[in-house]
Structure formats: structure tokens, C-alpha cells
């Protein structure tokens, strides 16, 4: 995944193995997964918290669209 990405995976990141069988690391079996999440359930504090998944996020940054 961090080549895919090309960077190290964020210490709250994850690579999750659509499959299950975690040696198959072909790009078509991962999925970069998030663990983290705003403390608060305020309105405000979703948008914020939205704005800034898409900033670091960014498909065409990463590469993805």
C-alpha cells in the first residue's frame, strides 16, 4: 500500500485485505482504511472533521483519480 501510495502509511492507517488472506497483496486486494474520527458529534464539528478527510484524501493527490 505505502507504494501504491507512494509514502508511508500514516500512523493511523490500515491496510485492510478485501480477501482475507493477508500475503495477497496485489493492489486490487487492499484497501487504506482510517481509524481516526472527530470527538465530538456537533454539526460543525463533522464538516470539519469532512474537510479534512478530503483534504488528506485528495484522489488525484494520491493518485486515484
Given at each position: 500500500?505505502?507504494?501504491?501510495?507512494?509514502?508511508?502509511?500514516?500512523?493511523?492507517?490500515?491496510v485492510h485485505h478485501i480477501n482475507g488472506v493477508k500475503d495477497d497483496n496485489r493492489p486490487e486486494n487492499l484497501e487504506l482504511w482510517s481509524s481516526t474520527h472527530p470527538k465530538?458529534?456537533?454539526v460543525s464539528d463533522l464538516l470539519a472533521w469532512a474537510l479534512?478527510?478530503?483534504?488528506?484524501?485528495?484522489?488525484?493527490?494520491?493518485?486515484w483519480g
Open positions: 500500500m505505502e507504494q501504491r501510495l507512494s509514502r508511508p502509511l500514516l500512523p493511523d492507517e490500515t465530538g458529534q456537533r479534512v478527510i478530503v483534504e488528506r484524501y485528495d484522489a488525484k493527490k494520491e493518485g
